[in-house]
């Protein structure tokens, strides 16, 4: 008997994802022992807080070795419960029953899509978005829609651009503000309009508010501070990004208590629950408020600096688009003047860039967008000023180029 593997009508969708393929080859290169300026990985650089190590290592000793509770341990679901419950009046009534903890956020979303949506659903996806809200939407077997955002409002969605995406199958629609991949921030009145669209509308608002804390003009608006209800909506967040706990795989979500329950009944056949001692850690994280405050500060304080000096390099190329990020850690980049005619002008560019600069970026097809590319500038401050300069480098070159050829050719 022979066996000869054919992937399940499950995944027959699925891609690999674009981001990690990317860190993957600059991992390769530098294993070969080039230098690498990588500005591929969505991950920040920094350590995570002691105290938060040392909580996690003293529960361990002390035992934190075993099964826990599928929703997760209820210290912690209780402390995101407070943690939110400071968002302000419309999530006064939060508690743990509200809460279910998961291996980082991305399981969150998982979890929420799988539970919510099924075949024949549609469910709105901002473009550019993260990759995985994508596949994971196929996973659950609804079909994503992408809705484009216009240039002028930095690539954001408006309610006019969802009406007009819309169709009666609309079930849900993902809001995730700052944005992967281009660091635009959504303002309360923006992100007030698109939740009373889909509560009028009936949909299910997911709001991934992973990046929140990391803003740059004062703190960016949860969902929770603006929604005219939140029966219909989903917060998402986790320890990953601000407190640089991409590891410890911390998640949650914040929910309807229906929807709750059902996400937990799905998360104890599929993963049961996250590691017993990074959740003692992120109980650290989310109760020491004063010390994760400074923490957190001081990390968004160094993003700043290095946005800045990487938004000083591309002001040497006005003619060269991009976003300006009021939060996270992205540059979003239109390459294509400098591939005209290239329906793939990110990867192309990325490619030439990886191989012949040694700088790594994510090309922006993996977020549904081709003539981007992003570059994460969680990294020290002279690599984001070295990878940024090769970027306007080989731009102004292949844009030289291409215009040259163009001239030649008539
Ligand atoms: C928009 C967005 N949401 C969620 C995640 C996943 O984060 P976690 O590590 O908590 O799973 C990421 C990670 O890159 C992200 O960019």
């Known amino acids: 008997m022979s066996f000869r593997y054919s992937p399940s009508e499950n995944i027959a969708l699925l891609r690999e994802s674009a981001t990690i393929a990317v860190s993957q080859r600059a991992k390769a290169l ?12 969505g991950e920040p650089d920094f350590d995570t807080p002691l105290f938060i190590r040392e909580a996690a290592a003293k529960a361990m000793h002390a035992g934190a070795t075993r099964y826990t509770a599928t929703e997760g341990i209820l210290p912690l679901r209780e402390a995101v419960a407070a943690y939110t419950r400071s968002y302000g009046p419309l999530a006064a009534d939060v508690v743990a029953q509200d ?57 954001k969605v408006t309610v006019e651009d969802c009406e007009r995406a819309a169709t009666p199958r609309t079930r849900g629609i993902m809001l995730n503000s700052p944005c992967n991949p281009t660091g635009a921030v959504y303002s309360p009145d923006e992100l007030r309009a698109l939740l009373e669209l889909a509560h ?21 608006v949860s969902a929770l501070q603006v929604a ?4 219909n909506l989903i917060v998402i967040d986790g320890v990953a990004k601000a407190w640089a706990m991409t590891g410890w795989r911390v998640g949650w979500t914040v929910a309807p208590r229906e929807v709750t329950r059902a996400m937990t009944a799905f998360q104890s056949h599929a993963t049961f629950h996250t590691a017993a001692m990074a959740q003692h850690g992120a109980v650290a994280a989310l109760v020491n408020r004063d010390e994760a405050d400074r ?3 001081e990390m968004v304080a160094q993003y700043r600096t290095r946005r800045d000096a990487g938004l000083a390099v591309f002001a040497t190329a006005p ?45 922006g097809v993996a977020f549904k967008t081709p003539d981007w590319i992003r570059l994460s500038y969680a990294s020290p401050e002279a690599d984001v000023v070295e990878g940024v300069r090769q970027v306007v480098a080989l731009w102004s070159r292949m844009r030289a180029a291409s215009g040259s050829l163009a001239v030649a050719g008539g």
């Open 30 to 41: 530098k294993a070969e022992g080039r230098t690498i300026v990588d500005m591929g990985a």
């Open 99 to 155: 809460v279910v903890i998961s291996n980082g956020s991305k399981q969150s979303i998982f979890n929420a899509c799988f539970v919510l949506f099924g075949p024949g659903d549609e469910v709105l996806v901002p473009t550019p978005s993260w990759t995985s809200y994508y596949e994971i939407v196929q996973l659950a077997r609804a079909t994503p829609v992408e809705v484009y955002g216009s240039r002028e409002r930095d690539l």
């Open 200 to 220: 009028r509308r009936g949909w299910w608002v997911l709001s991934d508010e992973i990046y929140r804390r990391i803003a740059y003009n004062g703190a960016a």
């Open 228 to 231: 005219p209800s939140r029966e």
């Open 295 to 297: 923490a957190i500060s």
């Open 319 to 363: 003619d060269l688009p991009i976003v300006r990020p009021d939060g996270a850690f992205y540059f979003y980049v239109d390459v294509s003047a400098a591939c005209p005619g290239d329906p793939d002008a990110g990867t192309t560019f990325a490619k030439r860039l990886l191989e012949e600069l040694g700088v790594a970026v994510v090309p």
